[in-house]
């Protein structure tokens, strides 16, 4: 109650005197000086920290309970008596900004600030009698409870003793009680939490508590990193000597998490990559679908890049069903293209053997000069070599043969199979499209011979007619001479 009493105090000293006083010193250094800087505060600043210490004692007015009509009329009369001094100080600054002094003298001179103090005397009389009022009222409380206190002391004292040697009875009982509590508690600890492999010391059984806190948080702690992303984090604490004793606890369990989280996100990225990597092919395959040799290149540029092979080759299909081969269309190692003609005959190699089973081969023990990769410093043989049919509709249109010097893994090979059937849909597709325009192509052909040869015969005919007609005209003219000479003769 003192400290509200102050409060309010000090709020009625914001609410008035700081303001007057404020707008009384800046009004007349301004009024001797006629300088800007001498008004320090401003009209708006003065209203706004009277404002809020008027809100200020209204509150503490109303926690206190304040419920004197009177006194809330005298309040209310005080903060219009401010509100309009702080009217008076802005057309005071104004009348010295204009020059104006004889009124700003006059209007000096009517001592507006006295008028407010006898508002604010009203107020302060009021208000500090009811603080005054809630002190003594506080103050006899205060008294009379020593008073009650001493008694309760008193009769506290008197049957205190009986009951600090019950207490301590039941303190030392449940000593023990907490003892075997706690001792259980680290027990339970090591068996559902983590064992760390050390033998319990009795002594410091009242550790286990924060044995079980600092376990808990390593579990959230691990959780939260599993949750990020985080699959390498480790169990602290956890070593081989020990982890033995955490296969079936929550450690345990949380390492076994993780573990199936790793696999789950390496399947995870892995399907990514398949995917990833299936869409871009088949926008190589749809871009270049109409150009085997084009389509080739591009393709096995892509799948030695995307598996991070250092070589690679595209065999096509050729041949009739008697006479089949394995032609190369495409070879690219090291960001360069090869330019090699070669031909395999079917059943002929690995390729060929690999074209009659339509089973992909990985290997990895590679024969000595098989196949080498070539770099600026030298030859050396790959580590790994995979060898894919590519399929449609269980028809072999071409292979593919990558070599690397890192293992190719197994989703790396189903991935080359799905593009593998991609890529001989597209080259079956385009055979077909090349037969179709090379029987498109004999059939123009033939067509511009018939026409050849009707445009021939027709000429043929108009010059047959042509010697029709010069015989007719030669046979009428010897017809014609005859007549004449059977005349002449008669």
Excluded at 10 to 38: M, Q, T, W
Excluded at 271 to 296: C, D, M, P, Y
């Amino acid at each position: 109650m003192k400290l509200q009493a102050e409060a309010v105090a000090r709020e009625l000293k914001n609410c008035y005197e700081l303001p007057v006083r404020h707008i009384d010193v800046s009004l007349r250094g301004y009024a001797l000086i006629h300088e800007d800087r001498f008004l320090y505060i401003k009209p708006s600043e003065v209203r706004g920290d009277m404002e809020r210490a008027f809100t200020r004692l209204d509150s503490l007015l109303r926690v206190q309970q304040y419920n004197d009509p009177k006194g809330w009329e005298q309040l209310k009369a005080m903060k219009q008596a401010m509100r309009d001094y702080a009217t008076f100080h802005e057309s005071m600054i104004k009348l010295i900004k204009q020059d104006n002094m004889q009124d700003f003298l006059t209007e000096f001179s009517k001592d507006k600030g006295f008028s407010l103090w006898k508002v604010y005397e009203k107020l302060l009389i009021t208000i500090n009698a009811f603080e005054e009022k809630r002190l003594r009222e506080a103050e006899q409380e205060y008294a009379n409870a020593n008073s009650t206190n001493l008694y309760i002391q008193i009769l506290l004292t008197l049957i205190g003793i009986p009951s600090i040697l019950f207490v301590i009875q039941r303190l030392r009982k449940e000593g023990t009680q907490r003892f075997q509590l706690l001792t259980n508690l680290d027990a339970n600890n090591r068996k559902y939490l983590f064992d760390p492999g050390t033998a319990l010391n009795t002594n410091e059984a009242h550790k286990s508590i924060e044995h079980s806190i600092d376990n808990i948080k390593k579990a959230s702690s691990f959780v939260k990193e599993i949750s990020q992303g985080n699959y390498n984090v480790d169990w602290q604490g956890l070593t081989q000597q020990n982890i033995y004793l955490n296969q079936s606890n929550l450690a345990g369990e949380l390492l076994q998490m993780r573990e199936q989280m790793k696999k789950l996100k390496a399947e995870e990225e892995k399907r990514n990559w398949t995917n990833e990597g299936l869409a871009r092919f088949s926008e190589i395959v749809r871009n270049h679908q109409h150009h085997i040799e084009k389509l080739s290149y591009e393709v096995i540029c892509f799948l030695t890049k995307y598996i991070d092979a250092q070589q690679g080759s595209l065999f096509v299909v050729q041949g009739t069903e008697k006479d089949v081969y394995l032609e190369l269309t495409a070879c690219y190692a090291f960001d360069r293209k090869k330019f090699i003609q070669k031909q395999i005959p079917a059943g002929t190699g690995l390729l060929g053997q690999t074209y009659l089973e339509g089973e992909s081969i990985l290997l990895t023990d590679i024969p000595q000069g098989y196949i080498e990769i070539t770099s600026g410093l030298g030859d050396a043989t790959p580590g790994c070599l995979v060898i894919v049919p590519m399929r449609y509709n269980d028809q072999v249109e071409a292979l593919i043969e990558l070599a690397g010097f890192n293992q190719f893994e197994d989703y790396q090979v189903r991935f080359l199979e799905k593009a593998g059937e991609f890529m001989a849909s597209a080259i079956m597709n385009a055979k077909t499209a090349m037969r179709t325009e090379k029987l498109l192509q004999e059939s123009q052909e033939q067509a511009e011979m018939l026409k050849s040869q009707e445009e021939e015969m027709r000429q043929n005919m108009e010059e047959l007619a042509a010697t029709q007609e010069e015989m007719f005209r030669k046979e009428r003219e010897l017809e014609a001479r005859l007549k004449s000479m059977e005349n002449i003769s008669r």
